[in-house]
């Protein structure tokens, strides 16, 4: 019988086989005997080797290979390694928050970052986002700085882009792209600017000083670093006296707010 198939190792003739022979008075018979033999030598055969000779070709606990303890057996070492590693569903990186999860076929784009000098090893979600305008803006008022909307969402990887605003979970360097095109004419004398707000407070802009009567279209970029938390969105304004309409876009350039995360 040997192995039960539930990890017990069990002769045929039991535990105490010769102990009930001797009490029966049984003499020493030759196939009892081999029959003992076999279970052990079948035993043996099943058991692994540590010197290699007889390899593990099944698994423990029905579906998994286990350490005895806790946190505390190596696969391999740093001069004996494992050459390939395959893996099927998913790989668990378990450490202080016992919450990484890098899976085969991830759901949003991933980036992997190295191990740090301590051995770290931090798996973070690649941030970016694309959204444009819905519609036209209309009734943007004179001298007041209005925060442009982008109501159609491309993508948004990671999900912190919301309600025209992008808020970042991870501090990073950023590369922010913007565009507005207006649908109402400016007339000589006045100009139109917008900017990036971070965390409410003005970043990189541009502005437009119209020389004749146009309708212009602004476009910027911007990297830099912005902390986790900290809001990022995209402001208008204009001096016309009057209030004005932004477009959603046409042939010349559309209103647009993008980002990515680069560091």
């Known amino acids: 019988m040997a192995w039960n198939g539930s990890g017990t190792f069990t002769r045929t003739l039991g535990s105490a086989a010769w102990v009930g022979d001797a009490a029966a008075g049984t003499k020493i018979v030759a196939n009892r005997h081999d029959t003992n033999d076999t279970d052990l030598a079948t035993g043996i055969n099943a058991a692994l080797a540590k010197n290699g000779e007889n390899a593990f070709t099944g698994t423990t606990g029905g579906s998994a ?16 390694r494992w050459r390939n590693l395959y893996a099927g569903t998913s790989v668990i990186f378990q450490g202080a928050t016992y919450a990484t999860t890098v899976t085969s076929t991830p759901t949003a784009n991933r980036a992997i970052v190295m191990p740090d000098a301590s051995g770290t090893l931090a798996l973070t979600l690649a941030s970016r986002f694309y ?8 009734g943007v008022v ?24 992008f808020t970042p979970t991870v501090t ?13 004419n400016l007339t000589i004398g006045t100009n139109a600017q917008m900017w990036f707000s971070v ?3 003005a970043t990189a802009g541009a502005k437009v000083n119209v020389g004749g009567t146009t309708t212009p279209i602004l476009n910027l970029s911007w990297v830099g670093s912005v902390t986790a938390g900290q809001p990022v969105l995209v402001n208008f304004q204009h001096n016309l006296g009057s209030n004005v309409t932004l477009s959603a876009g046409g042939s010349a350039g559309i209103t647009f707010f993008s980002g990515i995360r680069l560091i």
């Open 199 to 201: 965390n409410g407070n």
């Open 172 to 184: 990073g360097i950023y590369l922010f792209n913007a565009g507005v095109v207006l649908a109402t």
């Open 65 to 80: 290979l286990r350490g005895a303890v806790d946190n505390t057996s190596d696969l391999g070492s740093t001069s004996l």
């Open 131 to 138: 959204a444009a305008a819905s519609g036209n803006q209309v």
């Open 142 to 165: 004179s001298g007041v700085a209005t925060q442009v909307s982008f109501g159609t969402e491309s993508y948004d990887v990671g999900g912190e882009y919301a309600a025209d605003t």
